[in-house]
């Protein structure tokens, strides 16, 4: 797999961070901030090559809600699906860079990095970005709901990255036992990182709706506001006793509430994910 730019995931999230100072300071599903958003990371993905839909989410949403943004890359097997995907949405405290522009730059990054290097692909790659997770998960939940049941049959694992670059965090996967999350755990332990299971995120995040419909789950996350144990600080460094994220929710999340180590260690493992379930050829397997 390829290693992904860290100075491309940081350029996104710029990006994103100057959407939000010129929108009130925020990202909220509701506003022109959320709009621009998904916008910017339309505009990359079609630049790249995808074909990119809007998806209004036009029940369970907030009023007034941005659409979902989905683009799926057109080669591979299309009944053998892997979706990855990080809602795009902020709350109105702040600009939400770690939540979620981490995740979102991450993504958008290894969807550009996959449209640039064209390999030959066995299975098929979807990238979702979700509307109005911060009011309950709901673009994400419209998304699979709505979606006929032959087509929910062909995803095989959906990957959720929501809040990937906490300044204290740690390194957490979503069913870090299952079948889904072995590529993604794989990819950790070869850096040494001793990953642990999500509790903290567990029913949390976009990933549940699709857990909801019986759908492989599994993703990276760093951690919100439970605190950093001290078996945790002794692995991972950091402050014990300490939030994983100590802006969550609140205005100071901003460019400097980035760990850009983390980061670049999630959109890694994201693309090693990548090409183990979808990259190569023959049929099958993964
Ligand atoms: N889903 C939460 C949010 O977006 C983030 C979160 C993830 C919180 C995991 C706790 C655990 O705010
Ligand atoms: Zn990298
Ligand atoms: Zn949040
Ligand atoms: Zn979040």
């Not at 939000?20 to 300071?25: D, F, H």
């Not at 903290?200 to 599994?218: K, L, N, Q, V």
């Not at 439970?226 to 014990?240: E, I, P, V």
Request: hydrophobic share 35%; glycine share 12%; net charge negative.
């Amino acid at each position: 797999a390829p290693d992904i730019s860290l100075t491309a995931v940081r350029a996104h999230l710029d990006e994103l961070s100057a959407i939000a100072a010129r929108n009130g300071g925020n990202r909220r599903s509701t506003t022109q901030g959320y709009r621009d958003s998904v916008a910017y990371v339309k505009g990359k993905l079609q630049a790249a090559g995808y074909t990119v839909t809007e998806q209004p989410c036009t029940s369970g949403c907030t009023s007034g809600a941005g659409p979902n943004l989905i683009a799926e890359w057109p080669k591979g097997d299309a009944n053998s699906v892997y979706m990855f995907g990080a809602h795009l949405d902020g709350v109105s405290a702040g600009p939400g860079m770690n939540d979620n522009g981490s995740g979102s730059a991450a993504l958008l990054e290894n969807a550009l990095t996959l449209a640039r290097e064209n390999p030959d692909m066995r299975n098929r790659v979807r990238f979702a970005w979700w509307t109005d997770e911060e009011q309950g998960l709901n673009g994400s939940y419209f998304y699979v709901r709505t979606l006929p049941s032959a087509e929910r049959a062909r995803i095989k694992a959906y990957y959720n990255f929501d809040m990937v670059a906490s300044l204290n965090g740690g390194y957490f996967i979503n069913h870090i036992t299952s079948a889904a999350a072995a590529p993604m755990k794989a990819y950790w332990d070869s850096l040494g990182l001793r990953p642990e299971e999500n509790t903290e995120g567990a029913g949390r995040s976009d990933d549940y709706s699709f857990e909801r419909y019986s759908i492989p789950t599994s993703g990276y996350a760093m951690g919100a506001s439970a605190r950093k144990t001290s078996a945790q600080a002794s692995k991972w460094g950091g402050t014990s006793g300490s939030a994983y994220d100590p802006c969550y929710h609140r205005a100071c999340d901003t460019l400097t509430n980035i760990n850009t180590t983390g980061l670049d260690r999630a959109a890694d493992g994201i693309a090693y994910t990548l090409w183990q379930q979808a990259v190569g050829t023959g049929g099958g397997g993964g």
